[in-house]
Structures are given as structure tokens and as C-alpha cells.
């Protein structure tokens, strides 16, 4: 188990030090929060399951009886609470010998790294939205072309033909939501909210949703996007999205991609018996995933 020593800081125990530089650094904002609807759990895991609703309406023919129809549970998805924890503890001696409080400012950077860890786990169901070892209810991954209806047949939730960020494939996209069906294929009336990017591509995500004119074109026409509003909550940029040609648009379809908090970040601090090493600790449990696939549609790039 690793230990904090007095050899590990020996510039901590002598006067000198003019600064001691990498501490911590600043923090984005809490960026997870716009990519998930956020649950609380006080259970071990939770369960969203989905129900089947009814078909069309059939002709009813005077004096015979009417048509019945069945209607039953959907899909289930399953979000199981883990924790995750990280700590460090320090011999006693490095403790009383630090003459700069370089122990006690470690607490600070593993807040950071609680705070960090989350963001990635909160990344990654994006960045796993198209393999297929990670799955959904349905038993297929987040953004797919082969999502299961419940009485048969698939939808999608990602283009036909996968593509590169671009006004005309955001527009496809936009199409492609506005044609989504519940899972007796009924037309449902779910819209785009917001789109989701990487690092890499928030300039062309501001040119494309914000130009007056038609985005990299000598055509004189509007941007429809803008003047339409289509994608009413804009664009937000995640600094933990691994692929650089990835984007989504969140819906609002509800129950789509949601996190459930179980327990909230907490930071301990104990000694040991025998050893005198002061122990510290943080640990936070949560978990993210997706229910309805209609609440996510995306582009792995070309």
C-alpha cells in the first residue's frame, strides 16, 4: 500500500520553498450535469421499465364488437450504483515535519480527482454510444441503426450513413427525430434540444448553429437551423469526449440518458493504531446510463 513519507516531500521539511507549483489546477463547470437528466437513488440499483402502448384504432362495424387490443412491459434498463473511492495516508512524521501544509492541500487534489473521475464516467457512455459491448435495454449499444421494437421490427437512432459534423447532417439528423415512432409505431412528437460535441469541434458547431447566412456556401440563403431555431438549447462542449468526429443531439424524449446519485462525494480522514500514518479518503457512489434510446440521437463521424 503506497505511503506518503517524509521522503517522498524531503523540500517540505526545510524553509525555502518558494512555491510549490501543480497543487491543483482550476476546474471546468460540472459538465456531466448537461449531458443527463439527473435521478436520486436509494437503492442499490434502479430499474426503468418501459411500456407497450396501442396500435391505430380499427373501423367498428354497426352491431359487431369493438376491436381489443394488448398492451404490456417494454424493455428494461438497469442502473447499478457503484462506488468509487480513492485515499492516500501519511507516516506521522511527514505530517509534523511539513512546514508548508503540502499534506494538508492533497485533500484539495483528491476532490479534484473524485470530481475528474466522475466527469469520465459520465463521458463514457457517449463514448461507447456506438460499440456494441455495451448495450441498453434492448440488448443493443446507445446509438444504433438496429434498436428493437417491442412487437417487432427496429428503429434508429443514428444516420443511415454515419457523418462528419455539418449543416446539411445536422439537418438530417433533425429529419430523422422528427420521424421517430413509439414501439407500436405511432408517431410521437419528440424534438432536438441540444447538440453535444467534443473539444474539436466547437468552432464548426458555432458556425453551423450560429452564421445568419447558409454555413461554408456562396448561396445568398438564411441558415435554417438558426432561423428556425432548431436546435433550441444550442451546443455544449464536453472536454471528456474521446473521439474527435463523434457528435449528438439530445431530444426531448424523457427518460433518455440520466445518472442517478446514491451517495453524494465525501472526504474522511482517520488514523491508524499501530502505524500513526493519518489516512484520507473520498469515495461517491452514482450511476449513468440510458432508458430510451429516442432521447439520444447521434454521429459517430465519418
Not at 156 to 167: P, V
Not at 227 to 237: D, E, Q, V
Not at 268 to 286: G, H, I, L, P, V
Amino acid at each position: 500500500m503506497a505511503v506518503t513519507t517524509t521522503g517522498s516531500f524531503a523540500k517540505a521539511l526545510w524553509p525555502g520553498v518558494n512555491t510549490w507549483y501543480q497543487q491543483r489546477y482550476n476546474d471546468w463547470d460540472e459538465e456531466w450535469k448537461d449531458l443527463f437528466e439527473q435521478g436520486k437513488s436509494d437503492k442499490t440499483y434502479e430499474e426503468d421499465v418501459g411500456i407497450m402502448g396501442f396500435g391505430l384504432a380499427q373501423k367498428k362495424t354497426e352491431g359487431k364488437g369493438i376491436a381489443y387490443d394488448n398492451t404490456e412491459q417494454g424493455f428494461i434498463s438497469r442502473y447499478n450504483n457503484v462506488v468509487y473511492g480513492l485515499g492516500f495516508q501519511v507516516t506521522r512524521e511527514m505530517y509534523e515535519d511539513d512546514q508548508y501544509n503540502v499534506i494538508e492541500s492533497r485533500s484539495k487534489a483528491l476532490a479534484f480527482s473524485m470530481r475528474t473521475t466522475k466527469e469520465n464516467v459520465a463521458a463514457n457512455v457517449y463514448n461507447r454510444a456506438f460499440n456494441s459491448s455495451y448495450t441498453g435495454g434492448d440488448g443493443v449499444e446507445m446509438c444504433s441503426t438496429a434498436h428493437l421494437l417491442k412487437n417487432g421490427g427496429t428503429f434508429r437512432n443514428e444516420l443511415a450513413t454515419a457523418a462528419d459534423l455539418s449543416e446539411s447532417a445536422v439537418e438530417q439528423a433533425i429529419i430523422d427525430i422528427g420521424k421517430l415512432k413509439d414501439e407500436r409505431g405511432l408517431q410521437v412528437a419528440i424534438k432536438p434540444e441540444c447538440l453535444i460535441i467534443p473539444v474539436e469541434l466547437e468552432f464548426e458547431a458555432e458556425r453551423i448553429l450560429g452564421s445568419t447566412l447558409q454555413n461554408d456556401s456562396a448561396n445568398n440563403a438564411i441558415n435554417a437551423l438558426k432561423s428556425r431555431k432548431s436546435i433550441p438549447k444550442g451546443y455544449k462542449m464536453n472536454h471528456y469526449l474521446s473521439d474527435a468526429d463523434a457528435w449528438f443531439i439530445l431530444t426531448n424524449c424523457p427518460e433518455g440518458v440520466k445518472m442517478f446519485q446514491r451517495r453524494a462525494q465525501e472526504l474522511q480522514m482517520d488514523n491508524d493504531f499501530d502505524t500513526e500514518n493519518a489516512k484520507y479518503k473520498s469515495t461517491e457512489r452514482y450511476s449513468f446510463g440510458w432508458t430510451n434510446p429516442r432521447g439520444i440521437f447521434g454521429s459517430q463521424g465519418a
